[in-house]
C-alpha cells in the first residue's frame, strides 16, 4: 500500500510561478509511474504531467507544455510539479498519483484510470 500527500499549493498572480511536490510513503519500491493531473470545477480531470520511477522520460498535456516541468527525487521518495507562467486557467485541485507493481504504458500515461494510488489534492489558484 502506497500513501501520497501533496503540498504546496496556494494563491499566484498570472505569470507568477510554483511548485507543488507529492510525498510518497508505504511500499515506494512498488512504484513504476507517477503523474499528476487537474481538475477545476464544473470539468473532467486533465493530464497534466507524468514520469516513471526509473529513467529520464516526461511527458505532459499540451495545456501545460513549455511551462510546467514534472521531476523527481528517488531518494526522498517525493516527485515536483514546477509551473512557470501561470495563467488563470491553471487554477484547479492538483492531484498527484502513482501505478504500483506495473507500468502504465506510454500511449495510456495521460489515462487517469490507469493509475491506482492518489493524493487528496492541493489547490492552485491563479489571479488576474
Known amino acids: 500500500q502506497v500513501q501520497l500527500v501533496e503540498s504546496g499549493g496556494g494563491l499566484v498572480q498570472a505569470g507568477g510561478s510554483l511548485r507543488v511536490s507529492c510525498l510518497a510513503s508505504g511500499r515506494t519500491g512498488s512504484i513504476t509511474s507517477m503523474g499528476w493531473f487537474r481538475q477545476a470545477p464544473g470539468k473532467e480531470r486533465e493530464f497534466v504531467a507524468a514520469i516513471r520511477w526509473s529513467g529520464t522520460n516526461t511527458w505532459y498535456g499540451d495545456a501545460v507544455k513549455g511551462r510546467f516541468t514534472i521531476s523527481r527525487n528517488n531518494a526522498k521518495n517525493q516527485w515536483y510539479l514546477q509551473m512557470n507562467n501561470l495563467k488563470t486557467e491553471d487554477s484547479a485541485v492538483y492531484y498527484c498519483?502513482?501505478?504500483?507493481?506495473?507500468?502504465?504504458?506510454?500511449?495510456?500515461?495521460?489515462?487517469?484510470?490507469?493509475?491506482?494510488?492518489w493524493g487528496q489534492g492541493t489547490q492552485v489558484t491563479v489571479s488576474s
Open positions: 498519483t502513482a501505478k504500483t507493481n506495473t507500468r502504465v504504458i506510454q500511449s495510456l500515461l495521460a489515462d487517469d484510470s490507469q493509475y491506482d494510488t
